[in-house]
C-alpha cells in the first residue's frame, strides 16, 4: 500500500511547517480576513480554530491532503456500510443508531434502520414502564435506582452524558426521585462505593457489554446478583437484573430472561455505543426515552452535517485535520481537552477512550508498519478547574494543543437573597481570556514597562504562540449533547482516514488481557499449593518478585461486621 504520507500534498505540508513555525501567533491574530476564514458555523455550533498555528494556506492544503487520501470516499463507504474495519470485518454505522426510522442504512444488503428502532421502541416502552411504576421489584416496589454496569465503551460515554444531563432543567425534573450509579472497575471498592447506599428491592441492575465476556462486567455482575439474591431471592434475578449486549445467547447462559434483552450489533464499536441501547438504556431510565430521543436527534443533525457537507465547511472533518496537523506534522503529541462547564467534567475521559483507542495505531490498514506517529494524547479538566492544576505547563512548559469548549447559555443560575450571581459570565470570562494568554503571551518588553524586576522578568515571560481552538455551543442540553458527541466521533474518524489506519479496531488492548489470566492461574495454583512462584512458572524475574510479595502479604481483609462498613452481602465469604 502507497502510504500517504508518500504523496505529494503530504510533502508540500511538510514543507509549509517552517514558514508557519515563523509567524506567532499574536500576529496571525491582527489579520481580520484570516480569522474570516478559519471561523465555522453549523446549526448553533460555532469552531474557531484562528488560534492553530495555521494560516488559510495550511487549511487549503490539509483540504488537498484530505482529497489525496480520499476522506470524502472514506466518509461515504463508511455510510454505505462497507466493512471499512476490515480486520473484523465489520461495518461502521454507529450513525444509523441515530437516523430516523425511514432511512436506509445497509449492511450486507440488510436495512438496519429497523431494528434499531425495534429496539428504541422496546427502550421507550420499557422504559416509560419502569418510570411509571408499572414494572415492580419482586418485592413489589417500583424501581427507582438503576445500576450500570460495563467498562470503557459500555461506561464512559453513558456516564459523560449522565452527569451532562444531571444539572439540565428538563432532564433534572424528569430524573426526580431517581438514580443512576455506574460500576466499571474490577476493584471491589468500587462495587462497594456503587451499591452500599442502595436498596435492592428498588434497585435494577443493567449489565452492559458488548460481548458479554469482558472479566470486570462479568465479576460485577455475578457480585450484584449474589447482592440482590442474597437480600431478595434467586427470583430477584429476572425482576431486577436486564441486560444489553451483542451476545443474547450468554446473556439466556447468564441467566437473565431474553425478554429482558436489549440488543445492538457488531458494526458499533464499543466507544462508539453511546447512542446505541448501550447509552439509551441506563440513560432513559433516568430521564426517559423523549429527552434521549433529542440527543439521537443531535447526533443525527452532526451525522448529516458530517455526511453532506463539504470539507473546507465540514465542522468534525476540520477538528480532524487540524488534529492530524498538529499530531504528525508540528509534532504536538498531546491534546488538551478544556470544556468550561462542569457538567462536561466527564467528556474528556471519554474522549480519551474514544481518541486513544481508535487512533492509537502503529501500522497502516493493510498492516504496513508507518513511518510516522498517529493518535494524540488526551486528557483534561474543566474550566475553570484546570487553571488551578496543569495550565502552568500549557502557558510555560511544553506546548499542548487546547481544545476550548464554551456553552453560551448556563444550564443554571444561582441566586442569593433573590439576586443573581453571575458566576456563568465569570467562568466564560475565563474561556475567552485563556486561549489569547496561550496565543500571545507576555513578552520582557510589556513586563519592564510594567515595572516588573529585572530578575523576575524571563520567569514572568509569556512566549505565546500556544495553539488551540474555541467551540461555542449555545446551550448544554440533550439535543447539543449530541451534536458535540457526533462531532468528537466523526472528528476521531477523520484523523484517521487521513493517516490511512483502522480507527475501528482495538488489538492492542489483548496482551494485557492475556497476561492478566496468565497470572490469575498462577496466582490461584500458588496459594492452592501454598509455594512461592518462580521464573519456572513463566514469569521473569521482577514479576516473581512483585508477585511473591503479594502472595507472602499477611494483610487480612478485614473480619465481617469488623470496623469497615461493608454492605452485607458484598464481603467475600
Ligand atoms: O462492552 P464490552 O464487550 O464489555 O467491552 C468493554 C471494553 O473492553 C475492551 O477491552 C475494549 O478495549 C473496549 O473497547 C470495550 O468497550
Redesign the pocket.
Known sequence: MVLISESREWKALADHVTAVKQTHLKDLLQDDARTDALVRETEGVYMDFSRQNATPDTLKLLLDLAQAADVPGKVAAMFRGEHINSTEDRAVLHAALRSPRDAVMEDRGQNVVPEVWGVLDKIKAFSDRVRGGEVKGVTGKALTNVVSI?????ALGPLFVHTALSTEPQAMAQAAGRQLVFLANVDPVDAVRALHSLDPETTLVVI???????AE?MLNARTARAWLTERLGAEAVSKHMIAVSTNLKAVAEFGLNPENAFGFWDWV???F?VSSA?GMVPLSLQYGFPIMERFLQGMHAMDTHFRTAPLQDNLPALLGLLNVWNTTFLGRSTTAILPYQQALQHFAPHIQ?LSM?SNGKGVAIDGTPLPFETGEIDFGEPGTNGQHSFYQLIHQGRVIPAEFIGVVASQQDVYLQGEKVSSHEELMCNFFAQPDALACGKDAAALRAEGVPEHLVSHKTFTGNRPSLSILLPELNAYTLGQLLSLYEHRIATSGFVWGINSFD?WG?ELG?VLANKVRAKVAEARTDNRPLSTADGFNSSTVRLLNRFLESKTQPPAAGGPHAFPPGLRQK
Do not use: H, L, Y
Open positions: 460495563g467498562i470503557g465503551g459500555s452492559v457489554s458488548k460481548t458479554f465476556t469482558t462486567t464499536g464499543g466507544r455505543s448501550v477512550q483507542e482495538q488492548v488481557k
